[in-house]
């Protein structure tokens, strides 16, 4: 079945980029195990927030910048 | 509520399926809680062999973070290594953390000291308190899990019996009763 342009470029879009992730997202966009994450997170060297439930949210910024600091 | 209550066939099948969906954290939450308690139970030979390597300044360098050189020593747990280094004073050490991300890593002295039995005894404690933030989050986790599964039911004995498997995973106490697992298996 053809396509349209326009369906085209709805297939194309970016999915949106996420504000924060869960720490095991985190832990494997990272490429560490969950017990590193949460060492990094104790240590303050990545900050993370709260949700309603309590459960921690590392933000994108926040993991960004662990690995432009990486990288100076 | 009635803290003897027997679950629910619904909250059973609540915990299996979060037992299932979180099977890979409590799969390494257990196996660095052995790790710890490796640790806190062979603290004094561990010791007393890196007291006695760091006398014969055995081991690669390691340059860390702050710019400080070290010598590498035993593995302590995963990804943190003891080191040694000789200082004005005297012998030194170190727990170290060397995190693999996408380039050189992070090289971090996570503690140090001159006595190597109270840099271990520091270590030990800290990671107790990593544990303590590992089993909240994942306990947070379960909540938010079983609560979106199954909304308008009072999951509490679900989120309460990983709670308990995870405290005493970090505590290594012997066995409970089954009173206080309030009826599920854990």
């Known amino acids: 079945m053809p396509t349209t342009p326009e369906s085209e470029n709805q297939t194309a879009a970016p999915p949106a980029e996420r504000l924060a992730y869960s720490v095991q997202e985190a832990a494997d966009l990272l490429g560490i195990n969950y ?4 060492r990094l997170i104790q240590r303050q060297k990545l900050k ?9 949210l590392v933000p994108r ?12 | 509520m009635n803290y003897y209550e027997r679950p629910t ?26 790790s710890l308690h490796n640790l806190e139970r062979n603290l004094t030979v561990t010791a007393n062999d890196a007291f006695k390597a760091a006398q ?10 702050d710019g400080t050189e070290w010598q590498h020593g035993v ?11 000789r200082a004005a004073g005297g012998l030194e050490f170190a727990a170290v953390e060397s995190v693999p991300l996408k380039t050189h890593g992070i090289k971090e002295v996570l503690n140090s000291g001159p006595h190597v039995g109270e840099v271990l005894r520091t270590f030990a404690s800290d ?15 379960v909540n938010e899990y079983v609560g979106e599964k199954y909304p308008h039911q009072d999951m509490t004995i679900v989120t309460e019996s990983f709670e308990i498997k995870l405290a005493r995973a970090i505590s290594e106490r012997p066995a409970q009763t089954q009173n206080q697992n309030r009826g599920i298996r854990i």
């Open chain 1, 35 to 38: 017990y590193t994450m949460y």
């Open chain 1, 48 to 56: 993370t927030c709260r949700v309603l439930r309590g459960k921690l």
């Open chain 1, 61 to 72: 910024t926040e993991l960004l910048q662990l690995l432009q600091v990486e990288l100076r």
């Open chain 2, 9 to 34: 066939p619904l909250q059973e099948a609540a915990y299996a399926e979060a037992r299932q969906h979180f099977g890979e954290h409590l799969k390494q939450f257990k196996v660095e809680c052995e």
């Open chain 2, 56 to 65: 014969q300044s055995s081991g690669r360098l390691v340059r860390t973070d």
């Open chain 2, 75 to 85: 593995e302590l747990m995963k990804n943190v290594f003891l080191c040694h280094r």
């Open chain 2, 127 to 141: 990671q107790r308190k990593v544990f303590k933030l590992w089993k909240d989050d994942v306990t947070a986790q």
